[in-house]
């Protein structure tokens, strides 16, 4: 069964992280919610990995702040594609995180989203994108959902345009 892994690298992550968790609900798209911290439990967060490839995870969504290795630490374990989304909060409110999650090393990438959650639900929306490559039922989804996007700008832009 393939899904979504989401990995927070504490509890404090989810205030954020279920607008991640809400989109994929949206879209019906199967997820698994953990938390794992490549700092406090790293032998977790390693065993996590394989037995979550084993099952079907098919995109690791990785949420953390501050020192923020999660996704590198995810990259480490896969070849899955590794989302990473940097969480705001601690002494630079989450400048800290977005450049420890975007700064991989070459050969290791992490694709990293916005802080907030604007990151956490794109982190949603890429990962679809990444399942729709060989899902036509959810490319389809997502092309539908570009349409309701743009259908809003225009009515929206109706409502309020004033044209000479
Ligand atoms: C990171 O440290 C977590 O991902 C979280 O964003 C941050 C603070 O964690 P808590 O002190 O709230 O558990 O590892």
Do not use: W
Not at 27 to 45: C, D, G, M
């Amino acid at each position: 069964m393939d899904f979504v892994s989401i990995i927070m690298g504490s509890k404090s992550d989810y205030d954020v992280m279920k607008y991640c968790a809400e989109t994929l609900e949206q879209f019906q798209v199967k997820y698994e919610l953990i938390i794992s911290s490549a700092h406090r439990s790293p032998n977790r967060t390693k065993k996590y990995i394989k037995e979550a490839e084993k099952k079907g995870a098919k995109v690791f969504i990785a949420a953390a702040g501050m020192a923020a290795h999660l996704a590198g630490a995810l990259a480490a374990g896969t070849t899955k594609p590794i989302i990473g989304v940097p969480m705001k909060g601690g002494a630079m409110d989450g400048m800290d995180a977005m450049l420890s999650t975007v700064q991989m090393p070459a050969g290791m990438p992490v694709a990293t989203v916005a802080l907030g959650k604007a990151g956490a639900v794109n982190s949603a929306y890429l990962a679809m994108q990444i399942l729709a490559i060989t899902d036509k039922e959810l490319a389809t989804k997502l092309t539908e959902d570009r349409a309701v996007k743009e259908k809003k700008v225009v009515n929206d832009s109706r409502e309020i345009e004033v044209l000479i």
